[in-house]
């Protein structure tokens, strides 16, 4: 019988006989794989791992200071932190076709991972948290979507000229395995039961032309929802939930004038593998509150829809 701290002692003891004296860098994105295999590897070989945390500025709200506090904090990992907030915008600046935001997210990442681990003197490894249903999945067909995604946290994006050798110390693991030994690590039970985040993050949840403005009020439209969602208990029941952008305004009323402010959708799925999911049923109850709170407390916001679709035909994510 394998335990958690089995598996752990194993993989600590296979770590330090790969990599031995080198130094490892990995890229941190606050997402369950990646942070397990820096606890781990952290757990391994202490400060020969460098991890880089890019913040594109299409994180939720407090991401970026929760992931610090986490790891460099709390946990002693080295953690660059690379403010590019601004050169994300700038990139997405009138761009609104899915696919293309998509590509340039994620070529920025790896440019500006790249420009952060040249300056990592002799570091030789590159850690990944591919976990096993991703080398399934790559093995296989795949599909537009997950196959972009996958690129761009893979060193198949990154430069050839970096030669970096890959550690995987997740690679033989499926999701619950990675979720216990992430506590057994001691990593918050929240952030390793945390709902899945795409890696464009709120590029693809802010439609069409991403705006930091949209992308400020989604952020505090979705801290509130996922909040009530945790209190009421039911996020642990939802296989992924979230808010999205809507760009279009609608007219309301707030005392005695008119409004004509913006539309905030509220998704939630359940669904074994992704690839199909019914939305979830949440309590009328719920929703009234839930949507009170957003238009009382975002300024911009004056109006809250519930997507009721199943996916196929729609897709879980709106882009
Ligand atoms: P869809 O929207 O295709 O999403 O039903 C299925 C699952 O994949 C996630 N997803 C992504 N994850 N980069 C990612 O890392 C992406 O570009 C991306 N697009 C979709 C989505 O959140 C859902 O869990």
């Not at 918050?188 to 993050?201: D, I, L, T």
Request: net charge negative; aromatic share 8%.
């Amino acid at each position: 019988q394998w335990t958690p701290g089995h598996i752990i002692e194993d993989a600590v003891n296979r770590i330090r006989e790969q990599v031995g004296r080198e130094r490892v860098i990995l890229g941190l994105s606050g997402g369950v794989d990646s942070s397990v295999a820096a606890a781990l590897i952290q757990r391994a070989i202490g400060d020969q791992l460098v991890c880089v945390f890019v913040d594109n500025g299409l994180l939720r709200l407090d991401e970026g200071d929760q992931v610090m506090r986490t790891f460099a904090q709390n946990m002693g990992v080295n953690v660059i932190r690379v403010n590019a907030q601004d050169r994300f915008m700038t990139a997405l600046e009138g761009v609104e076709d899915p696919e293309r935001k998509r590509k340039i997210i994620g070529n920025l990442f790896v440019e500006i991972f790249e420009e952060e681990s040249v300056r990592i003197e002799d570091a030789t490894w590159l850690a990944q948290g591919t976990i096993y249903p991703d080398v399934i999945e790559s093995a296989g067909a795949k599909t537009g979507k997950a196959h972009n995604i996958k690129s761009h946290h893979n060193v198949g994006g990154l430069p050839e000229h970096m030669k970096l050798k890959l550690l995987e110390p997740l690679r033989e693991l499926f999701k619950d395995e990675v979720r216990a030994i992430g506590e057994e690590l001691g990593l918050p039970h929240q952030m390793v039961y945390r709902h899945p985040f795409p890696g464009p993050g709120l590029g693809v949840r802010i439609l069409g032309e991403v705006k930091k403005e949209y992308a400020d009020i989604l952020r505090r439209a979705d801290a509130i929802y996922i909040e009530e969602l945790y209190r009421t208990g039911h996020y642990d029941k939802i296989s992924q939930a979230f808010a999205v952008f809507l760009p279009v305004r609608s007219v309301g009323v707030m005392g005695d004038g008119r409004t004509y402010e913006y539309v905030i959708a509220l998704r939630a799925v359940e669904t074994r593998d992704f690839m199909t999911a019914g939305w979830y049923p949440l309590p009328y109850a719920e929703m009234a509150h839930i949507s009170g709170r957003i238009i009382n407390e975002v300024k911009g916001v004056n109006r809250v829809v519930y997507d009721i679709s199943s996916k196929p035909p729609a897709t879980i994510e709106w882009e």
